[in-house]
């Protein structure tokens, strides 16, 4: 069984920062791919950014240049730092990855999503 686990979400004022973390633990052989995703009330679930297991970044355009996503795979952590936060960043924050784990002899990889993590940007 795999989980991912994301913190460090909350209240901040426009212009402000954050930093979330995602750690994955369990049947863990290999994190592979892995992003952050987030879902604005009455929104659907977008990409704000991957990183790969080589470290190539992606992000959204509404995000880039603002925010930085990372990875820690000796502590099987992601991390995204969020700066000069808006009022439109305000949403649940999910982390996402594709695993793979041993089972039986066999090396089998799926996707995971977190919980989720609320960050609202309010003056």
């Known amino acids: 069984q795999v989980q991912l686990v994301e913190s460090g979400g909350g209240l901040v004022q426009p212009g402000e920062s954050l930093s979330l973390s995602c750690v994955a633990s369990?049947?863990?052989?290999?994190?592979?791919?892995m992003g952050w995703y987030r879902q604005a009330p009455g929104k659907e679930r977008e990409l704000v950014a991957r990183?790969?297991?080589?470290?190539?970044?992606n992000y959204a355009a509404s995000v880039k240049g603002r925010f930085t996503i990372s990875r820690d795979n000796a502590k099987n952590t992601m991390y995204l730092q969020m700066n000069s936060l808006k009022p439109e960043d305000t949403a649940v924050y999910y982390c996402?990855?594709?695993?793979?784990?041993?089972?039986?002899?066999?090396?089998?990889?799926?996707?995971?999503w977190g919980e989720g993590t609320r960050v609202a940007v309010s003056s």
């Open positions: 996402n990855a594709d695993i793979s784990s041993i089972s039986y002899y066999r090396t089998t990889t799926r996707n995971y």
């Open positions: 369990g049947n863990i052989f290999s994190l592979n791919d």
């Open positions: 990183i790969t297991s080589s470290r190539r970044t």
